[in-house]
């Protein structure tokens, strides 16, 4: 195992015996970004004001590229990517990965049906998620809904849950279109 490959599952091991906290609740304005995103294995640049033009977004920021809870994770959201487009959402996950590692993740782990994007140490303290001692984001999922308000909030460093509870609150959000 590489020097960084342990250094990241110390922290998420770390991380999940603490209580995970996302700061930004549900309500909360979600602050605006770009980034440079890949799908596909292609490069481009990622709005989230360009996104919640066209619908809500899930945002999930994860830990780091092809490590085994984010690729479970990962996988997992490109299984359920064509339910999250039914229901009218923008899927993207963010990690403080180089592109070049995310473009790989992008045709692997997200099988080329949704994108992933590099998350900035601003975008980290802007959402809250940072990872105790590594500078990069715990896991956490957050619905954004249309309006530009978070509108669920998942921080848990297990992978399971985050997928059933985004869709469930994106299909809400789709019931009550004045927030989409």
Do not use: W
Request: proline content about 5%.
């Amino acid at each position: 195992m590489s020097r960084f490959a342990f250094a990241v599952v110390a922290a998420a091991t770390i991380a999940a015996s603490a209580p995970a906290l996302a700061a930004l609740p549900v309500g909360a304005t979600a602050p605006d970004f770009s980034t440079q995103g890949a799908m596909a294995g292609k490069t481009f640049q990622f709005s989230l004001a360009q996104s919640l033009k066209k619908g809500p977004v899930v945002l999930y920021f994860f830990p780091a590229a092809f490590t085994s809870g984010c690729t479970i994770e990962t996988k997992a959201f490109a299984d359920a990517s064509e339910s999250f487009h039914k229901a009218g959402a923008t899927l993207v996950g963010v990690a403080a990965d180089p592109i070049e590692k995310l473009q790989r993740f992008s045709t692997e782990a997200c099988r080329s049906k949704f994108p992933v994007a590099v998350a900035s140490a601003q975008m980290i303290a802007d959402y809250d998620v940072k990872l105790p001692l590594m500078g990069r984001s715990n896991r956490t999922s957050f619905v954004i809904g249309k309006n530009g308000k978070i509108a669920y909030v998942l921080s848990e460093m297990k992978p399971d849950g985050h997928i059933t509870g985004t869709l469930t609150a994106v299909r809400a959000l789709q019931a009550n279109k004045k927030a989409r």
